[in-house]
């Protein structure tokens, strides 16, 4: 049988490898009893059987072609009797990449997120013990885990992270890659280590929230993954190309592929000092600045604050207080009666719904035996058992009151995975896992809110998983950014480049939390926070009191900043080696867009929107040229987004960043026509001759800069009179509709 099986696995180039599926029992391995394999080549499908002692058979579909193979796991207990399952696991060794084994490495996009580096040696301990609390240093530190979470299993971590691991050589561009294809009932991780100079990946299929799975008689458990390599090991946006591709294929209908939060954005109430201090007048007065001032934003999401027995956070228990959950200090007349006022003025309602109940709350206090015990991790609430019966029913009423009876149309689902994402054993009852019940309530959710409203996912913070895609529409990657802490912005641009990376926006909207006028910023760092905002098209949210602020000195920036956000649209990374541990993030971010228009190949707009970042205390000098932003040689002008400033870009471009500093330049070919920047989205263009057409998206007072004063301008068929002063033209557009600018 192994020698039918490296038939297949010869494929990979990646060693003489062998291939030892098992099962784990009560904490032991278990080995088949029995093995037998049929293979056929010729259409490349092969089917490994297995039995085990205690009842059960095993099969192994692979399907191979190329440099990959694809597996459907078909585990189930033939043992007429209920059998406890700890997890099922796979040994492949003999994996070598033809380089000094001491080079050998791991990637995973849960390593920035725990211990701030990108990729480990393979024989390196991931251990509480040994990996140190230090801040982006060369040796790994884990000062962002949580108690608990440090593990030497890959993977293993509650942060949602990218599902994929790769295996590689720093001497090489060829690497390893396996991927899950399938998230129904198993989780992958991993441990990694080295036998005979050779490597050995050790895949776990495990489950979330118990110790064992038990298994009734006759169940049978479905696990699907991808297996294959990689000749891009060096380049971090191409690791997991391949992977990424089968697994669009396999993935069901995805919410977070739709527009719901690609082209506006969300009002929250929580950041930029605000928290818990709102009321309903306040926030009606709020959104009415919004409607007339920020034609982006869509949504108005009330964050936590609107219930009595706060602090701590307070969300999903509140409803079990019934009328008397809601502070009716803040909402006097009630939630209805606010939802309904918002949509009078023309945004749509969105509630934060904490997954958490505090101890002190009436629910936790009459009904303990609902709870999982968590304070390994958290002290002051805990989160419901979703195992129990009476629970599952008592969360679906929970959501009635919340989004029925309220009338929010979308939902921010904070402090939520805990309950469905911990690798620790949680659940009083064993049938089930973590992700079969994590698929139960994300469909409630869906259930109840409106078809196109949004869904957002928040703490514990997710590391890119698009499985979570076919219920959420966004999910914040990053910690809270607008307290001012310049610490947490840096943090987030780590965690953020590693979700980046998969180019996976298209599956999963990514949010980096809020922009605002960030309060608690130097002007500085504020402008960072908006440059890395827009570059990484990552602008779900928006916040602060805007209506008590018009003449502040960023009001105006942050209205240009978020006139096209585009969420989810590809960037991309430039001179950036994420296998240098000295280098932990790149300076240098673009996309194929200008900032204000969300179509590529417009006649006369920007080609590129570069974005240039300085992460350190020190001022730095950073370079690039146009083959760094993947552009053809030739002629080109830089254009500062805020200054206006412009620089000829025919080849090197050098400039010195301050501690802490960054630029946000659109670069346009050097010559004809040239819409070089703009404060409006345009949805698309057309030159013909000396006219250019552009199609506003809204009205606006619009602000665009040319590289030849104009002769004439009209919108809509009407010739307006209009303002042309240091290069910028001024005009006001009443509406959405198409300006026409003659030369």
Known sequence: MNREIHKILNLLNCGTLSFEPYVVVKGKAEKALKASCRIRTENGKARLSYEYDGGFKDDLYLCFSGKEILCRRVFRNVSGEYRDVTELGLAIGGITFGKPPREDFFYHNENPRIYEVMTFPVDYRRTAEDAKDTSFDVQAGNRWADPGVVCERIGRSPYQPFPAILLSNYGTCRGLVHGTLSQRVFYHNYLVSHENNAVQLEIFSGFKDVDALRLAPGRTLVDE????????????????????????????????ATKINRTNMVWGSWNDGIFRNIHEEMLLEEAEFLRKNFPTVHWMQIDDGYAVNTPPAHGLGMPYEGPDGVDKNKFPEGMRHFTDK???IGLRPALWIGGF???????FKEHPEWFIDYSYRVKESQPLDVSVPEVREYMKKALDTLCLEYGFE???????????????DLYRNKEA?????????LKEVRKRIASDGYFQTGCDIVMGNPFLGEFFTNYRYGIDIG?????????NFLWGIACFATHTGDLFVPNSDSVGLFPGLNDTEAMFCLNYCIATHSMVEIAGRLSKHADSPRFETLKKAVCNPNNGQDVFLARYDYRNQKKKTPDILYFKTPHFCPAEG???LPVRTVGLFNLEDAPKMVSFAPKDLALTPGEYILTDVWSGEQFRFGGEFSVELPPHGSRLFAVSHGRGIQLLDANVRINRSVLAGNRLSLELDYGADAELRFNQNPASVSFNGAVLDVRFADGTLCVKA??????????
């Open 225 to 256: 993954w991808y297996l294959g390599t990689t000749e891009h090991s060096d380049d971090v946006e191409r690791i997991f190309e391949e992977y990424a591709n089968v697994l669009r294929k396999k993935l069901p209908p995805m919410y977070g």
């Open 357 to 363: 109940c505090p101890i002190h709350t009436p629910i």
């Open 602 to 604: 417009q006649a006369a």
């Open 342 to 344: 918002l949509r009078e």
């Open 734 to 743: 009443p509406s959405a509709g198409m300006l026409e600018v003659h030369w």
């Open 410 to 424: 979308g939902v921010k689902h904070d402090f939520w995975s805990y309950a469905f994402e911990d690798s620790h």
């Open 483 to 491: 307290s001012g802490n310049w610490d947490y912005v840096k943090t």
């Open 433 to 441: 896992s973590g992700y079969e019940w994590r698929d139960w309530w």
